[in-house]
Nanobody, 118 residues
Framework: QVQLVESGGGLVQPGGSLRLSCAAS????????MSWHRQAPGKERELVATISTLGGTRNYADSVKGRFTISRDNTKNTVYLQMNSLKPEDTAVYYC???????????WGQGTQVTVSS
């Protein structure tokens, strides 16, 4: 059974930082491209950041570029999202996604809430 479990969300003031983690199991983590997505109430889910299987290629949405950093540790089967200089518009449920490069099969985590408010 594939599992993606996010953690690290919470309430933070504008300008603050959070580090999200996504622990993966049930598949070969190093053969999966990983990404973070977010969804605010009433809005569609949007891509935040992606990272290739070995971490050599990273891409970001324009809205988070320069503030967020995606990384992965293939020895721990974990992908991270470091979020700095947080803004109220970053408030959303953040989801971890895995795409297995052999099959293209996609799996989603349950999400973790991030709230940026004073």
């Amino acid at each position: 059974q594939v599992q993606l479990v996010e953690s690290g969300g919470g309430l933070v003031q504008p300008g603050g930082s959070l580090r999200l983690s996504c622990a993966a199991s049930g598949f070969t983590f190093s053969s999966a491209a990983m990404s973070w997505h977010r969804q605010a109430p009433g809005k569609e889910r949007e891509l935040v950041a992606t990272i290739s299987t070995l971490g050599g290629t990273r891409n970001y949405a324009d809205s988070v570029k320069g503030r967020f950093t995606i990384s992965r540790d293939n020895t721990k089967n974990t992908v991270y999202l470091q979020m700095n200089s947080l803004k109220p518009e970053d408030t959303a449920v953040y989801y971890c996604r895995a795409r297995r490069i052999t099959t293209g099969y996609i799996d989603w985590g349950q999400g973790t809430q991030v709230t940026v408010s004073s």
